[in-house]
Structures are given as structure tokens and as C-alpha cells.
């Protein structure tokens, strides 16, 4: 079980920073997964009410909201999830694409300061380490 954690830790570790290096560098691929990921949710939500009718429905309510925007291009099944004032709005895919390429300066900040603070984080863990250390060798 041990080994598993230190697998999955070490795994952890490797993704965080290639993701951080990712956003310092602006990175269009690691962007263009993102949003890839991002549409495919909505894409599948989408999917799941106009097939079912109520699946998928609080996934579509949020993003109609927060983006402003209403279906994806086949909005006949699914203005029943768009707010009022949102009849007429572009459809989702684009505004997310959209989002994401004006947001881009964000990303970049988030990710550079994660990356300090996992520099930070083992900065510390050295000098715990080397206290422990110090500490043993005194007993």
C-alpha cells in the first residue's frame, strides 16, 4: 500500500510540474487540452439532455449562466436550460474557446504561482529534513 501512495505522489508531483512549466510557458497544447476537456463536458451534457431530458441538466444550467451563452450550435432540445435573457447568445462552444484564448495572462499567473509555491513548499521540506537530521546526530 506504501508503494502505491509513493507511486501516485511521485505521479502527482511530475503532472503538477509539467503542468506549471506548461502555463509559465504558455503552452497552446497544454491550453488546447484544457479546453478540449472543457468542451467535451459540456458536449456530453449537452448529449445526455437531449437524450434523456433531465441528465446532465445542472451541468448546462452553469455554464449557460456563467458564460452567457445557449446550446451548441442545436439548440432546438436545449433552450429549456438557458436563462431568458440568453435567447439570442452565441452557442457555447464558441464563447468557451473564446473564454480561454482572452483568459490566457490568467492561466499564466495561477500557474506561476503554483509553481513558487511548490518551490517554497520544498525549500521547507529540505530544511525540515536537514533539521531532523541535525537533530539526530545531537542524541
Known amino acids: 500500500g506504501v508503494y502505491v501512495l509513493i507511486a501516485a505522489g511521485g505521479l502527482m ?12 510557458r504558455e503552452s497552446q497544447c497544454l491550453l488546447g487540452l484544457i479546453v478540449k476537456e472543457i468542451v467535451t463536458v459540456y458536449q456530453n451534457a449537452a448529449t445526455e439532455y437531449r437524450d434523456t431530458g433531465h441528465s446532465g441538466n445542472e451541468t448546462l444550467i452553469i455554464f449557460h449562466n456563467v458564460l452567457h451563452c445557449c ?17 439570442e447568445a452565441e452557442d457555447c462552444i464558441t464563447v468557451i474557446k473564446e473564454f480561454f484564448n482572452t483568459k490566457l495572462y490568467i492561466i499564466a ?16 521540506s529540505m530544511v525540515l529534513c536537514c533539521a531532523i537530521r541535525n537533530s539526530r546526530e545531537v542524541i
Open 71 to 87: 446550446g451548441d450550435g442545436n439548440r432546438d432540445k436545449i433552450e429549456a436550460t438557458c436563462p431568458k435573457e440568453t435567447k
Open 13 to 24: 508531483t511530475l503532472v503538477g510540474f509539467f503542468g506549471c512549466c506548461g502555463a509559465v
Open 109 to 124: 499567473v495561477v500557474g506561476i504561482a503554483i509553481a513558487g509555491v511548490m518551490i517554497f513548499g520544498m525549500i521547507f
